[in-house]
């Protein structure tokens, strides 16, 4: 059973910073590692993803330049380091995996849908 953990959600006042963990578990096949948001009352939209071998990243606008991801293989743990943290970051950060390769592109791995296995979120909140 594939399985995913985040961790380093907490509370930052606004330009702080916060590293992001997701460790994959029960997985024998990852092609890609996604980190998706979500506010209150607002739709999920993506964050950041990157292919598992090929280091490839990917960005929303919204956070390119500030948010980082980057990835352990070894460890199959993914991570966001998050600077210059604003208050409109505040969400639940979830993490997410693809494990078929069905696409590719910008459009392919910014979409929710790409993902087949999702972990339970962590909590980010900025404080103005």
């Not at 950041?48 to 929303?60: E, Q």
């Not at 991801?69 to 604003?86: C, E, F, G, P």
């Not at 972990?119 to 900025?126: E, I, K, L």
Request: charged share 20%.
């Amino acid at each position: 059973q594939v399985q995913l953990l985040e961790s380093g959600g907490g509370f930052v006042v606004t330009g702080g910073s916060l590293r992001l963990s997701c460790a994959v578990s029960g997985s024998s096949s990852i092609n890609a590692m996604a980190w998706f948001r979500q506010a209150p009352e607002q739709e999920r939209e993506f964050v950041a993803a990157i292919r598992w071998n090929f280091d490839h990243p990917y960005y929303a606008d919204s956070v390119k330049d500030r948010f980082t991801i980057s990835k352990d293989n070894a460890r199959n743990t993914v991570y966001l380091q998050m600077n210059r943290l604003k208050p409109e970051d505040t969400a639940k950060y979830y993490c997410a995996s693809d494990s078929i390769s069905m696409g590719f592109g910008d459009s392919y791995y910014s979409d929710a849908t790409t993902y087949d296995y999702w972990g339970q979120g962590t909590q980010v909140t900025v404080s103005s």
